[in-house]
């Protein structure tokens, strides 16, 4: 079970605009800033939101918010390469682990 | 250019011990927090250790005890020492640069494989 809860999976057409979701507690998200790191093909995950910034070389199709204690990463223009694992990840105060990560998120283009 | 690169994974006997190097470059590890996250075949990621810029350490319950982060400032590099490793310490190891749980560079892993 883990800390924070993303939808197991989500699917989308090429172009369109998808939501995936990370819901956690006022001791996690809802005081940290939210981190979403890309998996394709169980390689290493690539970072494409750091909080509100996006890394370099990240399209800007990808962009990030935050309300409450959820967190979201929005791909505007979905696009086949999309496709893989995400995973959202902040800190935690609360608990003897420092940091926590959401089970991850299979996005599928169709 | 930030780069994290590690090594020293292999197969393990259960109960043996292995010791995890990550060389970084394009930054200072002695001025960042450094975590080790990993993942097991067919799961998500897991956060195990995280090293503060002070020397503060602290780990996953799950490892406590028998893991030990700690860093090498002349050669700019993390390590992760793990010790008594289980079947279910079976996984790739990956060292990311951190900021407050979020983070913006990883390596590109090295597989634990604890089998006999």
């Keep these: ?110 | 250019e930030v780069q994290l690169v590690e090594s020293g994974g292999g197969l393990v006997q259960p109960g043996g011990s292995l010791r995890l190097s990550c060389a970084a470059s394009g930054f200072i590890v002695s001025s960042n927090y450094i975590s080790w996250v990993r993942q097991a075949p067919g799961k998500g990621l897991e956060w195990v250790s995280v090293i503060y810029p002070g020397g503060d350490t602290y780990y996953a319950d799950s490892v406590k005890g028998r893991f030990t982060i700690s860093r090498d400032n002349s050669k700019n590099t993390l390590f992760l020492q793990m010790n008594s490793l289980r079947a279910e310490d079976t996984a790739v190891y990956y060292c990311a640069r951190d900021l407050a749980g979020t983070f913006a560079y990883w390596g590109q892993g090295t597989l634990v494989t604890v089998s006999s």
């Design chain 1, 1 to 110: 079970q883990s800390a924070l809860t993303q939808e197991a999976s989500v699917s989308g057409t090429v172009g369109q605009k998808v939501t995936l979701s990370c819901t956690g507690n006022s001791n996690n998200i809802g005081s940290y800033a939210v981190g979403w790191y890309q998996q394709i093909s169980h390689g290493a995950p690539k970072t494409v939101m750091f909080g509100n910034s996006l890394p370099s070389g990240i399209p800007d199709r990808f962009s990030g918010s935050k309300s409450g204690t959820t967190g979201s990463l929005t791909i505007s223009g979905l696009q086949p390469e999309d496709e893989g694992d995400y995973y959202c990840s902040t800190w935690d105060y609360s608990l003897s682990a420092r940091v926590v990560f959401g089970g991850g998120t299979k996005l599928t283009v169709l």
